[in-house]
Each structure stands twice: as structure tokens, then as C-alpha cells.
């Protein structure tokens, strides 16, 4: 009977085989054999890659949200919008729900996301520990998949083209920063070793708090 | 082909962090586990039921998402709702066909698609249908894949209604459409996070 779990075992996500973990060649992928699930990757220097683009993302957040993404031009006069006004319009004209969701979607996640790898890599890469590490990974984690940049990046341009029988559209700064900002964003999230980050939190709660 | 699974060595898997542990009290269920703090589940509890709940609701929303209007574009005094489908007939007859393409894969084929995958996989595991297991499996991913772009409408609406607001002359109101679609896009979304892709290879412990 098995009394002790060997460090180097793993179960697939999706299928629940257990295999042993083996080392990957630089950029090599470990697949599931049973069914093609992608297990872990080899990635270098993770953490400060990580806290690198989680301090750009931050960055970059600031105008691309401050700033107007794109500019109408209709009978000489001029409107135009931020990332979070189409929600405050949308929360204005009642559709509180909606309002919410694209809200969360497109600002309130993806900053989120950014502050919580900030920490998490923030306080891996200095060797610190905290014992909030586990909570931030887990709540990363958590709403991972509900940040959605890339799909409203391609929702501009769709209103572009939407409104272009209309009136002249304008891209302004915002939408290059906010170009930016998705750019740094799906690096992050593309370079993150998750098991990797596990493994340090793991290993820095033995040592003192900060 | 070794097929020895987590479970059948009383282990589970950590949802949150992949670590394993022994199931102590072998009741599938071991609370905080020591390193990320989260509960570990043998398999997600009663998945079936709520994938089931969220997809019959997704389902029944997607009728109103269609026929009610997602926004009404007023522009110089004449204006008429629009819906999903009426939207994209616009943008095709103003030939933007690449876009009417992208709208119409995002807001109408994918949640179609992904409620009928996630119907076929929770009837082939509720009734033990026989259909290869990977391809299951690589169709719950492509449907845990592809799910967040149905949010594409939701963001131009919001786009529309900021920008589009001269009066009478032009002025763009969301409606009551929007806010069932957006309901359909989070509760697919959330059917399939509950749908645990390992009950498709569960049964394989029964056979033998």
C-alpha cells in the first residue's frame, strides 16, 4: 500500500491518469499520453519575467483606461469614449447586469490579474514570503479566464467598422496603449508557469514573513 | 497502455495547484489543502447536476438573446431595434462580409455549438454512450477554448452606445437582448468549468 506520495508524481486535469513527471527540453511541452491535455512546459526564468510584465501591464493600464480608445466624428462635432464609459453608459440606461459584466470583463479583471501577479512575483522574486502568497495564486487562478482583452480589442474593431457608413472614426492614444497593455497582458499569461509558482510559494513558506 | 488513474490509488488532485494527496477519509473530499489552501475534490461535486442547470438556463435564454432587441441605432430620426441576426444582415449589405463573418461565428454559431457540445457530452456521461473518449475530451476543450469570445457583442454595444450620442441626429440605446445574451455567455461559460472532463473517462473503472 502506498504510504508516502513520490514528489515526482502528477495526475492529468482531464483524464485524472497519474504519470511521472520528466524533465521537458528548453521549450519542449509535456503532453497527457491518454488524452492530449497539455501537462507543463519548460519555461526559464519565469518570476522575473513575470514581474517585469506584470510592472509594464500596470503601467500601460493607467492611460489605456484614462484615455479615449477612439473618437467619432459626426457633423463637425467630436465624441469619444474610454474603455470603462461604454459601461457607465450601459449602467445609466439600466442594463445594470450587462453594465457589470463588461465592466469586470475589461477593466476590473484584468487589473485585478495584473495586482495579483504583481504580488505573487513580487514577493517570489525578492525571496520574501507571505502567508497571502497561496490565496493570490489561488484567486488568480480563479478569474483567469474571465479577463477578456483580446476579445474586446477585437470589439473595436468591429465598432469601427460598424460605424464607418456613419461617421469617421478616430483611433486615439488610449487604443495604442491599451494595444500595449493586451500585448503585455497575454505574455504574461502565455509565460506563466503556474506548477513553477506553486513550487516556490511552497518552498518560501518555510522561510520567515517579510 | 498504463491506465492507472489518481483515484484508483486513493489520490486526489488539488484543483487549484495540481499537487496530489491521499484521500485520508476516503470520502473523495479533503479540506485546505496545506499549500494553496483550497478545497481538493475527489471529482467537482454533483457536476452533471449543475452543468445540467446552467445549460437548460443558458438554453432558455438564448431564445429571448435572439428575438429581443440588442440596440436600437436612431440615426436622423429613423430608427429600428436590432437584434443579433439583424445586425448582421445590416453589416452584409453594406458588405463588410469578414466582419458580418466574425460576428455572426462569435454571437450566434459558437453558443449554439457550445450548448449542443456540452448537451452530447453530459448525455454520453449521464447514459455511458460509447464515443471515443479523446475526442470528448479535445471537444471540452475546444468549448472551454472558445467560449469567452461570444463576449465580442457585448463590448461593441458598449463600444456603440459611448460613442454614438448626438441627440437626434444620432444616438444608439442598448436593449433588453443584450443583457440575455450576456447571460447566456456567463452561464455556458460556467457550465462548462463545471463540467468535470474526467467523469469521460471514469467509466473505464466500471468495465473492469
Sequence with gaps: MLTSIPGNWIACKDCDLLLERVATPPGGKALCPRCENPLYQHREQGIERTLALAITGLLLFIPANLLPVMSLQLIGQETSTTIYEGSLVLFREGLYWTALLVFSASVVIPLCKLLLMLFVSGYLYLERSSPLLPYAMRYYHHIDEWGMLEVYMLSVLVAVVKLKGMASVIPDVGLYCFIGLLLVTTLMSSLLDQDDVWEQIEHSQGRNPA | ?208
Design chain 2, 1 to 208: 497502455m498504463q491506465t492507472t488513474t489518481a483515484r484508483d490509488l486513493g489520490l486526489i488532485r488539488c484543483e487549484t495547484c495540481g499537487k496530489l494527496a491521499f484521500d485520508v477519509d476516503h470520502d473523495g473530499y479533503q479540506e485546505h489543502y496545506p499549500r494553496c489552501h483550497g478545497h481538493m475534490h475527489m471529482r467537482a461535486t454533483n457536476s452533471l447536476a449543475r452543468t445540467w442547470s446552467l445549460l437548460i438556463t443558458a438554453a432558455i435564454l438564448y431564445i429571448p438573446a435572439n428575438v429581443l432587441p440588442i440596440m436600437t441605432v436612431t440615426y436622423f430620426g429613423s430608427g429600428s431595434p436590432d437584434t443579433i441576426m439583424s445586425g448582421i444582415i445590416q453589416l452584409l449589405q453594406i458588405g463588410s462580409y469578414p466582419v458580418a463573418a466574425v460576428i455572426f461565428i462569435a454571437s450566434i454559431l459558437v453558443p449554439l455549438l457550445k450548448m449542443v457540445a456540452l448537451l452530447i457530452l453530459l448525455l454520453s456521461v449521464q447514459f455511458k454512450w460509447m464515443l471515443d473518449d479523446r475526442q470528448r475530451t479535445r471537444m471540452y476543450r475546444a468549448v472551454e477554448l472558445v467560449g469567452r469570445w461570444s463576449m465580442l457583442d457585448m463590448f461593441v454595444i458598449a463600444l456603440l452606445v459611448a460613442l454614438v450620442n448626438y441627440g437626434s441626429i444620432a444616438h444608439i440605446v442598448s436593449g433588453p437582448g443584450a443583457t440575455a445574451f450576456g447571460s447566456v455567455v456567463v452561464l455556458t461559460m460556467l457550465a462548462a468549468t463545471t463540467f468535470d472532463a474526467r467523469l469521460i473517462w471514469d467509466k473505464e473503472r466500471t468495465d473492469d
